[in-house]
């Protein structure tokens, strides 16, 4: 009989991660995170080079920043992530819960490594 488990929380930048693929035969292939920011945050504006990512807001609201273009977004919407593409997320006065998945996975610490490339400043 399988019994559930727990991941463990991370805290990257702003973000709270619970990484669900960690562990399984699936974390080489798709990475999929339970993410929270908190309120009145504002992450690093970065890209990953090597994963498409797909964001499912789950709860609260705030914008997601895709390229140039800032995207509001509440529970229940969907936004991709081009790879590539500089983005980041901006929260207001309530959390923000999101899925993410991402392929390639974004971060797998089987394999030790981190597909993100913070944007260069000026």
């Known amino acids: ?6 991941p463990e929380s991370e805290r990257n930048d ?10 399984t035969e699936l974390e080489d292939i ?3 995170d339970v ?3 908190e309120p009145h945050s504002t992450s690093q504006i970065h ?13 609260g609201s705030g914008t997601v920043r895709v390229g140039e273009q800032d995207v509001p977004v509440r529970e229940g919407d969907r936004v991709l992530i081009p790879k590539g593409t500089y983005h980041g997320v901006r929260t207001g006065a309530e959390t923000l819960r999101f899925l ?9 610490r089987a394999r030790d ?3 993100l490339e913070p944007l ?3």
């Open 100 to 108: 993410s998945v991402q392929s390639p996975p974004i971060l797998n």
């Open 30 to 32: 798709v990475g999929a």
């Open 35 to 37: 993410v929270g920011v």
């Open 47 to 59: 890209r990953h080079n090597l994963a498409e990512t797909v964001l499912f807001i789950l709860a």
């Open 1 to 6: 009989m399988t019994s559930p488990t727990r």
């Open 120 to 122: 260069a400043e000026e």
């Open 113 to 115: 490594t981190l597909d």
């Open 14 to 23: 702003v973000f709270d991660v619970l990484q669900v693929a960690r562990g």
